[in-house]
């Protein structure tokens, strides 16, 4: 799952792209907005967690563009701004949950999974898809019952594909997905972990739509 982080404060950004890997995270870090807005306008990112004192300007310009093009990208703002007409300006401004500095690293992930969990519409944490269950807390996959042990890109493969069930992702998509800018991609990465997930889940479990990508079916 790609995450967007704003964040200028380097040992703060350190850490946060740090620990946000520990949860799972694959993080692409910026310091300023106009870098975020760039990288908005050119990538794929499920989640962002922006600061609202920016060198350049405020993060609040940042969120009021994406809003404005009509991106529903799950935003989460943190930010040492503690007055209750701040809190108000930035859930206003477009800004999906609001995190106070300084903060526990659990609750920010836990507050990420709830804004992902909202915005694929599900009540529950666990994604269910027939007797396959994926649970984002434990990080952990169940077959009929059975735990199923999948290294971090396979399970993030996995929770993309569950998470956008009934549609086609492209391997470019499943890329950007799993590897930051940093990250060295694999010409043939994409196949090999959908040929292990087969293995594990079952044959039928994603079904490949040639030139276009995979996807796994809803169940009627």
Do not use: C
Request: charged letters at 30%; proline letters at 4%; glycine letters at 8%.
């Amino acid at each position: 799952m790609r995450l967007l982080l704003v964040e200028d404060d380097p040992l703060l950004g350190d850490g946060l792209r740090a620990g946000l890997r520990q949860h799972g995270y694959t993080v692409d870090w910026l310091r300023d907005a106009a870098s975020a807005e760039a990288a908005l306008a050119s990538e794929h990112y499920a989640l962002m967690v922006l600061d609202l004192g920016l060198p350049d300007r405020s993060g609040l310009t940042v969120l009021k563009q994406l809003r404005q093009r009509g991106d529903d990208l799950p935003v989460l703002i943190l930010t040492a701004r503690d007055t209750v007409e701040d809190r108000i300006r930035g859930l206003d401004s477009g800004g999906d949950d609001y995190l106070l500095k300084p903060f526990d690293l659990d609750e920010l992930a836990a507050r990420l999974r709830a804004l992902l969990r909202r915005h694929s519409g599900r009540a529950d944490n666990t994604i269910q898809h027939g007797e396959l269950a994926l649970n984002p807390v434990a990080h952990a996959v169940t077959l009929a019952g059975r735990p199923v042990e999948l290294p971090p890109r396979e399970y993030a493969v996995l929770q993309l594909l569950l998470e956008n069930s009934g549609r086609v992702m492209s391997r470019s998509r499943l890329e950007e997905s799993l590897y930051s800018w940093d990250g060295e991609v694999e010409s043939n990465a994409i196949e090999v972990y959908i040929h292990h997930l087969r293995k594990k889940l079952g044959s039928d479990l994603i079904r490949t739509i040639r030139g276009v990508g995979y996807i796994i079916d809803t169940l009627s």
